[in-house]
């Protein structure tokens, strides 16, 4: 089961974890990269609490979507790129709607309504962030 909130040491661990999986990756050229960035949620909540945190159902699912936009907000206010672009779920290999509420809430992304995470604007902006976060901490 997944806490309701996590110690700021988790959440610092969850960052460490997912730069590091970033930086497996090279960016090529403009628009692609080399290798996987990408992070489950699962992977996330496993590796921020040291294994022992699982998620068992949807609302462990949120929870651990708030722990990803931790990271990003952290990352956001030190002007960097949204790191929980590359933290998706399993089944679908994108990030959940939380992601795209987050970054209309920073200003980032603008929408009429709802987010759709299968929306051509929602996917270039994911897109967008994917790049800038293998730019920033991929390997050069």
């Known amino acids: 089961m997944v806490p309701h ?3 700021s040491k988790e ?4 960052r460490q974890f997912v730069i590091s999986r970033i930086a497996q990756t090279r960016l090529r050229g403009l628009t692609n990269f080399y290798g ?3 992070v489950t949620y699962q992977e996330l909540v496993t590796e921020a609490s040291d294994g022992k945190y699982h998620i068992e159902d949807e609302y462990d699912g949120m929870r651990a979507g708030i722990l990803a936009g931790s990271l990003s907000e952290q990352e956001h206010d030190l002007g960097g790129p949204l790191l929980s672009a590359v933290v998706v779920a399993a089944d679908t290999k994108r990030p959940g709607h939380g ?3 987050l970054a209309g809430s920073l200003g980032m992304l603008q929408a009429q309504g709802n987010y759709d ?3 051509a604007a ?3 902006f994911w897109n967008q962030q994917v790049l800038a976060c293998v730019k920033k901490y991929g390997r050069k």
């Not at 959440?11 to 969850?14: E, F, H, N």
């Open 5 to 7: 909130k996590f110690t």
């Open 99 to 101: 992601f795209y509420a």
């Open 11 to 14: 959440i610092q661990a969850g």
């Open 117 to 119: 995470v299968k929306g």
């Open 36 to 38: 996987n960035p990408f």
């Open 122 to 124: 929602e996917l270039v």
